[in-house]
T-cell receptor, first 116, second 114 residues
């Protein structure tokens, strides 16, 4: 099974500021997907952004973007113009095995606090 | 709303009892996944199905755990002889087909074993 490491148990950012959440992973696959999921308190997991490993270009979804460094196996999430609704647990995920449709391995998560 | 649904949302049981959870994936999603999430941790992969076939099981899925998806639609996860260490959130997710890897998660079933 693959591994995912999120080294920041908690991060705090002022509203409207930018914050970056870090993630490193380990996989033996050459073609795979990487994901950031958000889990608000007592609510279900929702996808924030995903990256296909064969694509050089970093994925972007509105205020969310990633810095994907394939050789370093690094996949950080940048949230710009932070909003109160961004407060949640954020989980980085890579494939449990295979390229991505065979289940996911998640990190332990980063608790993001937005200060008004 | 046609998202992934799970039932029950909460379950309290005594150690040694059997429990069964149900997951209804999004209609026509052919892959279905089960995860376990303990407090303060990320979800851990348990098993997944493609239609009715169970294709992979993690080492976390001990002999006391069994999952089925008999008609390729809803799935059940049964835990026999529950232990206090089974207390966790059990999450279900689905995708429409391989090649569309984004998983859609249900709200989870929170299990407490006393």
């Amino acid at each position: 099974a693959q591994t995912v490491t999120q080294s920041q148990p908690e991060m705090s950012v002022q509203e409207a500021e930018t914050v970056t959440l870090s993630c490193t992973y380990d996989t033996s696959e050459s073609d795979y997907y990487l994901f950031w999921y958000k889990q608000p308190p007592s609510r279900q997991m929702i996808l924030v952004i995903r990256q296909e490993a064969y694509k050089q270009q970093n994925a972007t979804e509105n205020r969310f973007s990633v810095n994907f460094q394939k050789a370093a196996k690094s996949f950080s999430l940048k949230i710009s113009d932070s909003q109160l609704g961004d407060a949640a647990m954020y989980f980085c995920a890579c494939p449990y095995s295979g390229g991505g449709a065979d289940g996911l391995t998640f990190g332990k998560g980063t608790h993001l606090i937005i200060q008004p | 709303d046609t998202g992934v649904s799970q039932d029950p949302r909460h379950k309290i049981t005594k150690r040694g009892q059997n429990v069964t959870f149900r997951c209804d994936p999004i209609s026509e999603h052919n892959r279905l996944y089960w995860y376990r999430q303990t407090l303060g941790q990320g979800p851990e992969f348990l098993t997944y199905f493609q239609n009715e076939a169970q294709l992979e099981k993690s080492r976390l899925l001990s002999d006391r755990f069994s999952a089925e998806r008999p008609k390729g639609s809803f799935s059940t996860l049964e835990i026999q002889r529950t232990e206090q260490g089974d207390s966790a959130m059990y999450l279900c997710a689905s995708i429409p087909f391989q090649g569309q890897e984004t998983q859609y998660f249900g709200p989870g079933t929170r299990l407490l074993v006393l």
